[in-house]
Structures are given as structure tokens and as C-alpha cells.
């Protein structure tokens, strides 16, 4: 299990977090669930990394949080995505695909680049 | 996953708790991930291990949490109580606007209050505060000399004195003379006088000040021989030269005598102790007057000096080296003995002695403003006391006192910031007219402004003032007791706690009135007994008028007795102005000359000490028109000239002081003042005495004599005549002109005006000083009313009861009136003693009058007792009306 397992690039965490949030509120474990569901098991989110994440996130106003319960009727916390939360995930999906994008081209290279105009 | 509402309420219950939050995120998310495993076949046991071995270090993600938490309600802090100051302040607004009539009066008794106080503080400001406008003022001091043994407090220094300490002194890093007076500047339009500073050579180094144009004085100027240089002010550069910025280097005429101008001094410049606007300053050696005067004996004291003072010495260091200097200065020159040099700030010698009146005033509108607060603090107290059912229900609701108090707080706030607005508006209008306060050289040295420093003034003032004001009513509504109030409801009798500060407020005010008032009554008792001063002479129907000769085109003394005889002979001619004579110094309006003297025929006096007298030399007509009498012997006659045997005639103090018991007539005095050295003259008469200084102190011996046998280059022309002072300043001018038509007459005035203005500054500060007690007074009479109205309309039920039982409305009256009576003779009682306390500071600002006069406590006591008894008469009527039964039923 801990083979497969990718490190999350720092500020990756928190748009995973937000996109998780984009169908409906959602507790702390459920949300680790849906990312490592949602990657085919690929991306696990530590606990450790995900609650501080949360916390940050909810100070900074992008997500609510409420608490309510769970379907096995415990008492959790829920998350929502706040306007401004969903305006900052578009921000970060439109940042995160410029970057994978030019990585990818990076990554996929045949030849060196040409040489820069000096003029 | 359906978030339940229930749960929101468990925040509300407790307060927030973000540890506690953290706990049980982290424990749900343990959890499920236990009941996980366990439905993947796990032993729970095992499966709480492995849950736990996967989340890792549980603790440093709590403590993170908790971390997080707590910041982030400190933010909820703030903002939530931010949002209430909001919600405050947009009440507040509301309630003040649903009660105008209550708004306008707290704000207009606040802005008076506030305006009064911060048009006195930008005086202050300006004058004791702003340092002065020279390059590191605070090294400046004033240089003077005093002698004790005949109460001289201030007086310039001599000559020699002063080159002393201008060759020697170790504490100055430079020392410099000035002279006044004018000289007459010709060949630029009218011939003017130009008031002139004669300054030696450092002035400008020891006030460091740079010129607009051209060059300061240097060095070289001040020595005999240089060529004769001038510095022209801004403003006479402008208003005469038209600004030429060519004209460093070209000639003017000053006394018919070539000037090569060095350069041009900013209007912003002023000469310390010096008013003029117009003014220019040459070396003191160029001077036609001063140079030669310094050859003059060490006694004569003419000299206004400035230092400054080295880096590295502190006044006080300079003040005890002066010290030393003095006896040494004794030993070298024996006619300095008894005089005692001295330093003092230059500020503190320029402003000299407006300080304690300024200080009165502060004091003054300080106690005004405290009246003032008073009854605001009663009006609100009314209001808290009629909104205790409100304030009840809320505590009820579960506002907690605090929140409460600072609602009110912010109402008064707001009060207190609206007074001082209004109380800014109303400083700026009247600051341009208390410049008056001032002597006209220190307003130029200090214009007055609404700067910063008074705004920040008026600021603080208005937010003690609210916070004076609103403190008691806010103490009264959170300690109530919210349960008796509710049920009582705002109709009910109110507690007894605020009862008493509701009279304590009103004693305070009678106090703060009656010192107050006591204040204004001195000042009142003071002035007019200066005015029924009878100076001695009798001013009514003269008119003088100012005549200076330049000095070198009339050199000599006989040229000035030609002129004056000439002068006088030409106005004696005409029927009208027979009754006119030329002297100088005028009493009271020019400064007095102060001379030694030697009686003959009396025993040497002890070195260092003399006998001084003040000096007029005067035509014979003098004393015929200003009515002063004769008393013994003869007056002058034209007979007594240059070539006739010298006399003088002196004052009745002289001759009591020196000649008891004795005939001065026909004994010899020896005096003189320069040019003449000591002359032996025979008294030949007497006269009553005069107020020669002010009004203000008593007439001290003088010595009058012959303007013939002493003459001056000019002096004042008094007229005594029926005719309108333009008519006579008229008939000057043209006498003089027919003479010399190049000779400027100034300063005409009729005499009466003249000393008028001489005690322009008592009578102001007694207006302001009434202006204000007026104000205290009407404010105290407010708050009393207020007081004791409220009392009345409190107790309309138990006044009821008390006349349904049997009470009279004149019981009923008395029992009202007494109460205020109590009030009031407490309010005298402490106001008396704090004037008795107070009005000591005042001392030097009475003339004629004690600080404990008893008959001005008696008659503002009997004032304020009647103005407060009237006060409480007004609601008394009103509970005498009380009809028993509407006061009965309406509960």
C-alpha cells in the first residue's frame, strides 16, 4: 500500500481538499476517503497533513464548517465550500493545469530548446 | 451527512471552546476509521491500534488545532466587537436624535465649555509653549540686572557691564546689545520714522539667523570707522523699495546720513522685545543716539541684552556664574555695586508677566468646562434613570453590564465629540479676538493659531469630558437592580445611590460657580479701583503728539531749545492753542527716566547706594495743562533759560521722602541726564504728585526741569484745547513743517484714548473673566433647576400623599427650597474655601484689592445664593400645584 503511495506536492493538498468539497459538505475522514477513492488509491492524505489543512482553510474563510452527524449518527464536523472557497479552487484548478501542463511539456521533450534570440 | 442544526446550539451554550472542538473532530475521524477496519475483519482491539498507528502523532495535530482555534476566535473577537461598537454608535446616533432638544442643550453646554477652553489653550500654546522662533531657542537667554536694595527688578545693563561680559564671559557663546528707537528715513517717498534697533555686532550670531537677502551685520560693522551699514525688514524693504532685489549695496538716508544697506531680513524675523513690523537694525556705533552712550557712567542702564549660551552650559550654571560675576563687576566699576546680574530663559523674559494671567484664564475655563460636565453628567443621569426599565430589560435578556455600560459610554462619546466640534468652530471664531489678551509685541512674536497641538487638545478635552460626564450615570444604571426596576418601571422612585450623586453634582456646581465668580469679582473690585486711580493729572480736552529731531542735522542741544522755543512760539500764536507745552517723558504713556541724584549740603551716602528720582524736562505751560497743581514756591517761566541761573522743581513725594521736616525750597539738587552731566539746580517749587509710571503703583519722587535749560532732541507736544484732535494734530503739523518740513510728527493722540489703552489689558482679561463666571453662573442655575425638578417630578406621588394628608403648598414649597437651601449653602461652604485656597495664585494680578476680600465673597455668595434659590423656585411652584389626587392616581 505504502508503495503506490504519491507525496502531495505542498499547496496541492489544499485544492484536492477544496475540489473534494465541490459535490456537498463533507467531514474530515470522508474527505481523506473520497481522494483516495477518487485517485484510484493512488493519493493518500495523511491525517496529520489534512486536519491542519482544514483548520487553515476554514480560518481562511474558503470552507464553513458546522457540526452535525455522521451517517452512523456520531457527531463530526462538516465542511462546506464557501463562495469564496469555490472561487479560489477555480483559481488554483486554472494554476495547477498551467503548471502540469508545463512539466508535462518539460517531461516530454525531444530536443533541447532553441536557442534564444539575442536581438 | 445531513448537518443537524441542534448541534449549533451546543457552541451558544458553553461559549466557544476550540479545544474541546479539536478533540472530538479528531476523535470521529479515529473512530470511523476503527468502525472500518472492523467491518474489513479486524479485532476492535486491533483495530483501534492500527487506526491509531496510522493517524500518527495524534497530539501535534491537537496542539496545531488548538493553536488555529484560538487565533481564530481572537479574530472573532474583534470583529464581533467591532460590530457592536457599530451597533453603539448607530444607537447612540438614534437616541440622540429622538431627543434634540436634551442633544442641543449637552452640546451646546459642551461646546462652550470645550470652545472656551481650547481658545485660551491656543494662546498658551502660543505663547508659553511654542518655542521661539530662533534657531535652538532654548539656549537663548535674556541678560538683566536688578537691584534689590531699591526694588529694580529688571533693568538693562550698563555699558561696561555689558562689554564685560561680552570680552570675558565664559558661559556665552555670544552677547549681544539692543537699543531702540526711531530714526527718520528720508529721499524714499514721505520723510517717515523708522523704528530702528541698534544692535552690536553679534546679534545676529546669537539669534543664528540667516538674512532674505544679502548680508546680516558682521563683525567689522560694529567697529568705529566702519562705514555705516543697515539691515531693512522685509517689510519695510516692501512697502518702501518696492521689493528691489538690486538693493544690497545702494545708499539710504537715515537722520540726513548716508546708510549702505547689507541686506534684508525675513518678515518672519522679529527682534526680541521688539513690536514693530516695519523696523531696520544698524550697529549700535552707527546709532546718532547710542553711540554716544557708551561713554555713559555704569549707573545708566540702557541696555537690553541677549546671549546666548555655550553648548555644553546649562542655565543654571550660567545663572550661578553671574553670580559670581557681580561682586567682581562691584570691585572694578564701584557704582555697580548693588546691582546683581541675572539670566533667565529668553522666553520666559520676553513673555514676562503675561504668564499668570493666562494661567488664571486656563484655571477659569478649566472650572467652567467641569460645571459644565456636571450637568451633563445630570442630564444624563435623568435620561439613565428614566431609561432604567429599558437598561432592566436588557440586563434581563442577557446583555451583560459591561456591553451595556459601554453603550452608554458611547453616547456621551458621541455628546462629547459633537461639544468639541462645535467647541473647535466656536475657538476659531473668537481666537483672533482674544489676541487682545496679549501686548502687541507678543502677539507678533506669537500669532495665535488653531494648530495640531490645540486640536489634539480639544480632542482629549472632549473625550475626558465625555467620559467625566458619562461615568456616574453609567454606574448608576449597571449597579441597579434590574428585578426592582422592572417591576417599578421608569415612574417609580429612583435609587437612592444616584439621588446623592445627583446632589453631589450640584453642590459641585455651586462650588466651582462661586470660585469661579470670586475670581471674576476680584478682577472687577481690581480694575475699578484702577480706574478711580486719580492719576494726579487731569487728561480731559489734551491732545499730544510726538516730534523727533534727527540727530544729525540738529546736533546741539541749543538747536533742540531753538526748535522747541520756535515750535512753541508758533502755536501760542494762535488763540486756540495757548494752552500747549512741550516735554518728555509723557506720564504713564512713555517709560519713565529713573535719574540719581545729590542733595547738597546732605552727607555723602554710603558707596553703591543713591538716591533716584524720576526726570521730566518740561516747557513752562506743562504744568497748566495737565492740571497739575502747584503746592509750594513757583513753577517755570520763560525767563527761566539757558542763560538763567538752572532750577527744578520737584514732587510732593520727593519732598517728603528727602526733605523731612525741612524747606526744600531754594536747596540744590544735582542731577542731569545726558547730554548734560551732573548740574546743580535750585529748587524753586513744588508740585502734587503723579502717576508717572501706571496707574497701577504710587507716585514716586520727581524732579522736573526747564525744557530750556535742558533740552531734548523732540518731545512730546501736549495741547489742552476745545478743538477735535484732528484740528489740533492740524495745527502741530503745520508749526512743525513751517520750521522743518522734513520733520515727521507721530503718535497723535487725544490723551484720554491714550491711557485708556494704557489699561486695555486689565480690562480685557476682566471682561473675559466676567464672560466666563457669567457662563458658570448660568450653567450652575441650569443645573440646579435640573436638579431639583427632577427631585419634584420624582417625588409628585409622595408629594400627593403628603398633601392629601394635610400638607400645605407652602409646607410643600418649603419643604422643596429648604432641600436646594441645603444644597446650595454645602455648594458655598466648600466654593469658599476652595477660593480662599485658590485666589492666592491671583495676588499679582489685583491692584487695590486683597485675595481675600471679604466683601467680594459676601456679594458673590449673596449672588450665586439668590441666582440658585431662583433656580429651584421655578420646579418648587410646581410641586406646590401638585394636584393630590391626579398625583395619586396616575401610579
Known amino acids: 500500500m505504502d508503495k503506490n503511495r504519491l507525496d502531495l506536492f505542498r499547496g496541492t493538498l489544499d485544492v484536492l481538499i477544496l475540489k473534494s468539497l465541490i459535490w456537498g459538505p463533507l467531514h474530515g475522514y470522508s474527505i481523506t476517503d473520497l481522494i483516495r477513492r477518487q485517485s484510484d488509491e493512488v493519493l493518500l492524505v495523511e491525517e496529520g497533513t489534512l486536519y491542519p489543512a482544514l483548520w487553515r482553510l476554514e480560518t481562511k474563510g474558503f470552507l464553513e464548517a458546522e457540526w452535525g452527524l455522521s451517517e452512523n449518527n456520531r457527531k463530526a464536523k462538516f465542511y462546506r465550500l464557501s463562495a469564496k472557497g469555490k472561487r479560489q479552487l477555480r483559481q488554483e484548478m486554472q494554476t495547477w493545469d498551467a503548471y502540469a501542463a508545463a512539466v508535462a511539456k518539460v517531461l516530454s521533450a525531444t530536443q533541447p530548446p532553441l536557442p534564444e534570440d539575442a536581438g | 451527512m445531513k448537518p443537524n442544526r441542534l448541534w449549533r446550539r451546543y457552541d451558544r451554550l458553553t461559549g466557544p471552546d476550540p479545544a474541546a472542538d479539536v478533540n472530538d473532530e479528531l476523535r470521529f475521524h479515529l473512530e470511523a476509521k476503527i468502525d472500518d477496519l472492523i467491518a474489513q475483519g479486524w479485532e476492535p482491539q486491533a483495530a483501534r491500534q492500527e487506526a491509531e498507528r496510522i493517524f500518527g502523532d495524534i497530539r501535534a495535530v491537537q496542539h496545531i488545532g488548538e493553536r488555529i482555534g484560538e487565533k481564530r476566535q481572537r479574530r472573532k473577537h474583534l470583529s464581533v466587537y467591532w460590530s457592536d461598537w457599530l451597533q453603539d454608535l448607530r444607537y447612540a446616533v438614534r437616541m440622540l436624535v429622538k431627543s434634540p432638544g436634551f442633544t442641543l442643550v449637552a452640546v451646546l453646554t459642551l461646546a462652550l465649555g470645550i470652545g472656551a477652553n481650547t481658545t485660551i489653550f491656543s494662546v498658551i500654546n502660543a505663547v508659553l509653549l511654542r518655542p521661539l522662533p530662533y534657531t535652538n531657542p532654548g539656549r537663548l537667554v535674556g541678560v538683566a540686572e536688578s537691584r534689590p536694595a531699591a526694588s529694580v527688578t529688571a533693568a538693562g545693563l550698563s555699558w561696561p557691564v555689558f562689554t564685560e561680559l561680552q570680552d570675558h564671559s565664559q558661559v556665552f557663546s555670544a552677547v549681544a546689545g539692543v537699543a531702540g528707537h526711531a530714526l527718520t528715513l528720508t529721499g524714499h517717498g514721505e520723510p517717515a520714522d523708522v523704528s530702528t534697533v541698534a544692535v552690536t555686532p553679534d546679534f545676529f550670531t546669537v539669534l543664528e539667523i540667516q538674512p532674505l537677502l544679502g548680508r546680516v551685520l558682521l563683525a567689522g560693522d560694529g567697529k568705529r570707522g566702519a562705514a555705516a551699514a543697515v539691515v531693512l525688514s522685509e517689510n519695510l524693504w516692501r512697502s518702501r523699495f518696492g521689493a528691489d532685489p538690486n538693493i544690497a549695496g545702494s545708499s539710504i538716508t537715515l537722520d540726513q546720513r548716508t546708510y549702505t544697506v547689507a541686506g534684508v531680513m525675513p518678515a518672519s524675523f522679529h527682534t526680541p522685545f521688539f513690536n514693530q513690523t516695519e523696523q531696520m537694525w544698524i550697529p549700535l556705533v552707527q546709532d546718532p543716539l547710542f553711540s554716544g552712550w557708551t561713554t555713559r557712567p555704569p549707573q545708566v542702564h540702557w541696555m537690553t541684552v541677549i546671549a546666548r549660551l555655550r553648548p555644553d552650559v546649562p542655565v543654571?550654571?550660567?545663572?550661578?556664574?553671574?553670580?559670581?560675576?557681580?561682586?567682581?563687576?562691584?570691585?572694578?566699576?564701584?557704582?555697580?555695586?548693588?546691582?546683581?546680574?541675572?539670566?533667565?530663559?529668553?522666553?520666559?523674559?520676553?513673555?514676562?508677566?503675561?504668564?499668570?494671567?493666562?494661567?488664571?484664564?486656563?484655571?477659569?475655563?478649566?472650572?467652567?468646562?467641569?460645571?459644565?460636565?456636571?450637568?451633563?453628567?445630570?442630564?444624563?443621569?435623568?435620561?439613565?434613570?428614566?431609561?432604567?426599565?429599558?437598561?432592566?430589560?436588557?440586563?434581563?435578556?442577557?446583555?451583560?453590564?459591561?456591553?451595556?455600560?459601554?453603550?452608554?459610554?458611547?453616547?456621551?462619546?458621541?455628546?462629547?465629540?459633537?461639544?468639541?466640534?462645535?467647541?473647535?468652530?466656536?475657538?476659531?471664531?473668537?481666537?483672533?479676538?482674544?489676541?487682545?489678551?496679549?501686548?502687541?509685541?507678543?502677539?507678533?512674536?506669537?500669532?495665535?493659531?488653531?494648530?495640531?497641538?490645540?486640536?489634539?487638545?480639544?480632542?482629549?478635552?472632549?473625550?475626558?469630558?465625555?467620559?467625566?460626564?458619562?461615568?456616574?450615570?453609567?454606574?448608576?444604571?449597571?449597579?441597579?437592580?434590574?428585578?426592582?426596576?422592572?417591576?417599578?418601571?421608569?415612574?417609580?422612585?429612583?435609587?437612592?445611590?444616584?439621588?446623592?450623586?445627583?446632589?453631589?453634582?450640584?453642590?459641585?456646581?455651586?462650588?466651582?460657580?462661586?470660585?469661579?465668580?470670586?475670581?471674576?469679582?476680584?478682577?472687577?473690585?481690581?480694575?475699578?479701583?484702577?480706574?478711580?486711580?486719580?492719576?494726579?493729572?487731569?487728561?480731559?480736552?489734551?491732545?499730544?503728539?510726538?516730534?523727533s529731531l534727527p540727530r544729525f542735522q540738529y546736533a546741539r542741544p541749543e538747536q533742540w531749545a531753538a526748535f522747541s522755543n520756535d515750535l512753541m512760539m508758533r502755536l501760542h500764536s494762535r488763540p486756540d492753542?495757548?494752552?500747549?507745552?512741550?516735554?518728555?517723558?509723557?506720564?504713564?504713556?512713555?517709560?519713565?527716566?529713573?535719574?540719581?541724584?545729590?542733595?547738597?549740603?546732605?552727607?555723602?551716602?554710603?558707596?553703591?547706594?543713591?538716591?533716584?528720582?524720576?526726570?521730566?524736562?518740561?516747557?513752562?505751560?506743562?504744568?497748566?495743562?495737565?492740571?497739575?497743581?502747584?503746592?509750594?514756591?513757583?513753577?517755570?517761566?520763560?525767563?527761566?533759560?539757558?542763560?538763567?541761573?538752572?532750577?527744578?522743581?520737584?514732587?510732593?513725594?520727593?519732598?517728603?521722602?528727602?526733605?523731612?521736616?525741612?524747606?526744600?525750597?531754594?536747596?540744590?539738587?544735582?542731577?542731569?541726564?545726558?547730554?548734560?552731566?551732573?548740574?546743580?539746580?535750585?529748587?524753586?517749587?513744588?508740585?502734587?504728585?503723579?502717576?508717572?509710571?501706571?496707574?497701577?503703583?504710587?507716585?514716586?519722587?520727581?524732579?522736573?526741569?526747564?525744557?530750556?535749560?535742558?533740552?531734548?532732541?523732540?518731545?512730546?507736544?501736549?495741547?489742552?484745547?476745545?478743538?477735535?484732535?484732528?484740528?489740533?494734530?492740524?495745527?502741530?503739523?503745520?508749526?512743525?513743517?513751517?520750521?522743518?518740513?522734513?520733520?515727521?510728527?507721530?503718535?497723535?493722540?487725544?490723551?484720554?484714548?491714550?491711557?485708556?489703552?494704557?489699561?486695555?489689558?486689565?480690562?480685557?482679561?476682566?471682561?473675559?473673566?466676567?464672560?466666563?463666571?457669567?457662563?458658570?453662573?448660568?450653567?450652575?442655575?441650569?443645573?440646579?433647576?435640573?436638579?431639583?425638578?427632577?427631585?419634584?417630578?420624582?417625588?409628585?406621588?409622595?408629594?400627593?400623599?403628603?398633601?392629601?394628608?394635610?400638607?400645605?403648598?407652602?409646607?410643600?414649597?418649603?419643604?422643596?427650597?429648604?432641600?436646594?437651601?441645603?444644597?446650595?449653602?454645602?455648594?458655598?461652604?466648600?466654593?469658599?474655601?476652595?477660593?480662599?485656597?485658590?485666589?492666592?495664585?491671583?495676588?499679582?494680578?489685583?491692584?487695590?484689592?486683597?485675595?481675600?476680600?471679604?466683601?467680594?465673597?459676601?456679594?458673590?455668595?449673596?449672588?450665586?445664593?439668590?441666582?440658585?434659590?431662583?433656580?429651584?423656585?421655578?420646579?418648587?411652584?410646581?410641586?406646590?400645584?401638585?394636584?393630590?389626587?391626579?398625583?395619586?392616581?396616575?401610579?
Open chain 2, 316 to 547: 543654571r550654571k550660567a545663572q550661578a556664574e553671574m553670580q559670581t560675576v557681580s561682586p567682581a563687576l562691584a570691585k572694578q566699576f564701584p557704582e555697580e555695586s548693588g546691582w546683581l546680574l541675572g539670566i533667565e530663559p529668553l522666553q520666559q523674559a520676553v513673555v514676562g508677566n503675561v504668564r499668570p494671567q493666562l494661567l488664571l484664564l486656563l484655571g477659569a475655563v478649566a472650572l467652567v468646562l467641569l460645571i459644565a460636565c456636571a450637568n451633563i453628567a445630570n442630564l444624563l443621569l435623568t435620561r439613565a434613570t428614566s431609561r432604567s426599565k429599558e437598561i432592566a430589560l436588557r440586563i434581563a435578556l442577557g446583555a451583560s453590564k459591561r456591553r451595556i455600560a459601554r453603550q452608554l459610554l458611547t453616547e456621551s462619546t458621541v455628546l462629547g465629540l459633537l461639544g468639541g466640534a462645535a467647541g473647535i468652530g466656536l475657538a476659531c471664531w473668537s481666537v483672533s479676538a482674544l489676541a487682545l489678551l496679549l501686548t502687541p509685541q507678543l502677539r507678533q512674536t506669537y500669532p495665535i493659531r488653531l494648530d495640531g497641538a490645540v486640536l489634539g487638545f480639544a480632542v482629549v478635552l472632549s473625550m475626558a469630558a465625555s467620559l467625566l460626564s458619562g461615568l456616574a450615570p453609567v454606574f448608576y444604571a449597571v449597579r441597579s437592580n434590574p428585578q426592582q426596576n422592572l417591576r417599578e418601571g421608569a415612574g417609580a422612585g429612583e435609587a437612592r445611590g444616584s439621588q446623592r450623586a445627583r446632589s453631589f453634582l450640584a453642590i459641585a456646581e455651586v462650588a466651582l460657580a462661586m470660585i469661579i465668580l470670586v475670581g471674576a469679582g476680584l478682577l472687577l473690585r481690581s480694575f475699578s479701583r484702577l480706574l478711580a486711580v486719580s492719576p494726579g493729572f487731569e487728561t480731559e480736552h489734551v491732545v499730544k503728539a510726538e516730534i
Open chain 2, 577 to 891: 492753542l495757548q494752552n500747549s507745552a512741550i516735554a518728555a517723558p509723557l506720564p504713564i504713556l512713555d517709560g519713565a527716566i529713573t535719574l540719581p541724584f545729590v542733595i547738597s549740603g546732605n552727607p555723602p551716602l554710603p558707596q553703591g547706594t543713591a538716591n533716584t528720582a524720576n526726570y521730566v524736562t518740561a516747557s513752562p505751560q506743562y504744568f497748566g495743562v495737565m492740571g497739575i497743581s502747584v503746592m509750594r514756591g513757583r513753577l517755570f517761566t520763560e525767563d527761566d533759560n539757558d542763560g538763567a541761573p538752572p532750577v527744578a522743581v520737584i514732587s510732593q513725594a520727593l519732598a517728603k521722602r528727602y526733605f523731612p521736616n525741612q524747606d526744600p525750597l531754594g536747596r540744590q539738587l544735582v542731577f542731569g541726564f545726558t547730554p548734560q552731566g551732573h548740574v546743580s539746580r535750585q529748587i524753586v517749587g513744588v508740585v502734587a504728585d503723579v502717576h508717572d509710571v501706571s496707574l497701577a503703583k504710587n507716585p514716586g519722587p520727581m524732579m522736573y526741569v526747564p525744557f530750556a535749560q535742558a533740552p531734548l532732541w523732540g518731545g512730546e507736544v501736549v495741547v489742552r484745547s476745545r478743538l477735535s484732535t484732528a484740528v489740533v494734530s492740524d495745527a502741530v503739523r503745520t508749526a512743525t513743517h513751517a520750521i522743518d518740513k522734513d520733520l515727521p510728527v507721530t503718535k497723535i493722540e487725544s490723551f484720554p484714548g491714550a491711557l485708556d489703552a494704557s489699561v486695555a489689558e486689565p480690562r480685557f482679561r476682566t471682561l473675559l473673566l466676567g464672560i466666563f463666571s457669567g457662563i458658570a453662573l448660568l450653567l450652575a442655575a441650569i443645573g440646579i433647576y435640573g436638579v431639583v425638578s427632577f427631585s419634584v417630578s420624582r417625588r409628585t406621588r409622595e408629594i400627593g400623599v403628603r398633601m392629601a394628608l394635610g400638607a400645605s403648598p407652602a409646607g410643600v414649597m418649603r419643604l422643596v427650597i429648604g432641600e436646594s437651601a441645603k444644597l446650595l449653602l454645602l455648594g458655598l461652604a466648600v466654593g469658599i474655601a476652595g477660593a480662599l485656597v485658590l485666589t492666592r495664585f491671583m495676588a499679582t494680578l489685583l491692584f487695590g484689592v486683597a485675595p481675600t476680600d471679604p466683601l467680594t465673597f459676601g456679594v458673590v455668595a449673596l449672588l450665586l445664593a439668590f441666582v440658585a434659590l431662583a433656580a429651584a423656585y421655578v420646579p418648587a411652584r410646581r410641586a406646590m400645584r401638585v394636584d393630590p389626587m391626579v398625583a395619586l392616581r396616575c401610579e
